[in-house]
């Protein structure tokens, strides 16, 4: 959430921010409700005082025998009362309708993000690897997974509808054997903790994050409790210091794994057929919790830290600086990380590594404390590391042997139970 003093001092800075996202904001409104809140705070506030003098003079005039005035100020006091009331209603109702419409408005790119238009304008950093040549036709992983019996799309449709898959047999030990690696990799070298929170979160972890309100109609909502089942673990592990201040030693690094639910409302028909685009998939995140002076430094420690994931599987990747009309609602850089899949020829994301500033820590209200002890907004970052139905789409599709098997990546075998190849 965008902090409204910042918007009150700079509105020209935050209004050509939000055109270079191609958004739209109310920014007049807003300002004008800002206006209208910090009048009738002021008024409020002097009233108080007058009220404070008037109940002190009642005595006095009680002392000297003037009945009739101090009923008159008793009155005066008793009105002012009455204003203050209404003042202080007003402030609550300007408060409550100034936060629906912060929540609303995106994170503003931070300085270096370059300008854009859409997606077309995003630009490649770096690549990694080359793409595969093959002596022979390759097919797509929908067609490998059948073969093998990796996948069972239709049992999965059946007992849950499109986009929910069934793993079976060594397809669902890949699955577990792509968490294992990547949270060993992120606690043993990358230094992270690892938490296992709910898989569900309320409305004010979600909000925290930026999910709610403005993307409710991609998410899952189990309407009885009031829960959502979560689109991605960066939601509650980042809620995990929710209203506090952080006092461990930054920065803090989490890694979790969890099961991902997401609607999607916005991309049907794209990109359905086999693994591409899911409701359900798995996921291994990591989240950070940094001084916001060292947020910009440690966000290019992050995405080295998900690329690592992919070169010790020895998959060809690039990494993609996201325009400022492409970047994620609550980020204020991001980049994302691609596979090349030879199968479906495309390259698809595995990975978004964001750095959110302060916006996520001020929805939430998670701070820290400077070098003098003062309490600031702590700077979140987080980073998929990675999310598997795509890594599991160019992992296979990338390995595919003219034998109709799939070669395992060494660094993924003692998963495996050193198994060499699905077949």
């Not at 987080?382 to 990546?409: F, K, Y």
């Amino acid at each position: 959430m965008l902090d409204i003093k910042f918007i009150r001092e700079n509105p020209d800075a935050v209004a050509k921010a939000l055109a270079n996202r191609k958004t739209a904001a109310d920014l007049s409104g807003l300002l004008g409700l800002d206006a209208a809140r910090r009048t009738a705070i002021t008024e409020a506030e002097e009233l108080k005082g007058e009220r404070n003098a008037a109940s002190k003079k009642i005595g006095g005039l009680m002392k000297d025998g003037k009945k009739a005035e101090a009923e008159e100020a008793k009155e005066r006091v008793r009105q002012i009362g009455d204003r203050i009331t209404a003042l202080d209603e007003q402030v609550r109702e300007l408060d409550e309708k100034i936060l629906q419409m912060l929540l609303f408005i995106p994170n503003l790119p931070l300085a270096g993000v370059p300008v854009g238009k859409d997606e077309t304008d995003n630009v490649v950093v770096r690549t990694w690897g080359e793409k595969k040549t093959f002596d022979f036709k390759i097919k797509p992983h929908w067609d490998i997974t059948e073969a093998l019996k990796l996948v069972d799309f239709e049992r999965g449709t059946k007992i849950a509808g499109s986009g929910f898959p069934v793993y079976t047999g060594q397809g669902a030990r890949l699955q577990r054997a792509l968490i294992q690696y990547m949270l060993d990799l992120h606690t043993v070298e990358h230094g992270y903790t690892e938490v296992e929170p709910p898989f569900v979160c309320n409305a004010d972890a979600m909000t925290g994050t930026g999910q709610l309100p403005k993307f409710a109609e991609d998410m899952y909502h189990i309407g009885f409790d009031g829960l959502y089942p979560v689109p991605t673990a960066e939601v509650p592990v980042t809620n995990l210091y929710a209203d506090e201040i952080i006092e461990e030693k930054l920065p803090l690094k989490l890694t979790a794994y969890t099961p991902c639910f997401r609607r999607e409302a916005g991309a049907a028909g794209r990109d359905t057929r086999g693994l591409l685009r899911l409701h359900q998939f798995d996921k291994v995140e990591m989240v950070n919790f940094v001084k916001p002076e060292d947020s910009e430094k440690q966000h290019e420690i992050l995405v080295r830290e998900a690329e690592k994931v992919l070169q010790k599987l020895g998959l060809h990747y690039r990494v993609i600086e996201l325009c400022t009309a492409d970047i994620g609602f609550s980020a204020a850089k991001c980049y994302d990380i691609e596979l090349w899949a030879p199968g479906v020829e495309k390259w698809l994301e595995v990975s978004s590594v964001s750095n959110f500033w302060d916006y996520q820590a001020r929805r939430a209200r998670i701070r820290c404390r400077d070098e003098q002890g003062k309490v600031q907004f702590v700077h979140t970052l987080n980073g998929s590391g990675v999310a598997l139905p795509r890594l599991v789409i160019a992992l296979i599709e990338n390995n595919q042997n003219a034998d109709g098997t799939v070669t395992i990546p060494e660094a993924l075998r003692p998963y495996m139970g050193g198994l060499a190849k699905l077949g």
